[in-house]
C-alpha cells in the first residue's frame, strides 16, 4: 500500500510505493530508458525493442555499464531487445568470468527489461 497527502489527512492507494514522486515501476523503466540509450552508443545498430510483458532469449553481447554509482550488467538478446541487471562489485567479481566465458547464455526478463533469471551453459570437454 502506498500513501498521499488529501487534505491533511493520510489516504491509503493500493498502487506501487512511491519513491521521488515517482513510482517504482517508473522509475525502474526510467532506468531502463537511460540502460537503453548506452547501449545505443556503445552499438549504434541494435535494434533495442521493448517489451512491455517482459521475455526471455539467448544474449547475442554483453556489457558492464557504470553510471550514478551503479554498476549495470546489460544484455543485448538476438532478436534485438536489451535486459538488464543491477550488480554488486562482489557479484562482477565472482560472476563476470563465468558470463565472459559461456559459449552461451539465457536471461528471462521482466516488463521493465530487469534481469530475473540467468542460465549459463558451460562448455564440457571429455579428458584425454
Known amino acids: 500500500m502506498s500513501y498521499t497527502e488529501n487534505e491533511g489527512r493520510q489516504v491509503s492507494h493500493p498502487i506501487q510505493k512511491k519513491v521521488g514522486g515517482k513510482s517504482v515501476n517508473e522509475q525502474e523503466l526510467e532506468l531502463f530508458q537511460q540502460i537503453q540509450d548506452s547501449v545505443q552508443k556503445c552499438k549504434p545498430n541494435c535494434g533495442c525493442r521493448h517489451y512491455p510483458q517482459g521475455g526471455k532469449g539467448f544474449i547475442e553481447d554483453s556489457l558492464f555499464i557504470v ?3 551503479k554498476i549495470i ?3 543485448i538478446l538476438f532478436d534485438g531487445a536489451v ?3 543491477e550488480v554488486s562489485p562482489e557479484w562482477l567479481e565472482v560472476f563476470s568470468e563465468i558470463i565472459v566465458d ?3 547464455i539465457i536471461v528471462e526478463f ?3 527489461h530487469k534481469i530475473v533469471e540467468y542460465i549459463t551453459h558451460q562448455d564440457k570437454v ?3
Open 110 to 112: 521482466d516488463r521493465c
Open 67 to 69: 553510471r550514478q554509482h
Open 83 to 85: 535486459a538488464f541487471k
Open 102 to 104: 559461456s559459449p552461451s
Open 126 to 128: 571429455l579428458p584425454d
Open 73 to 75: 550488467w546489460a544484455v
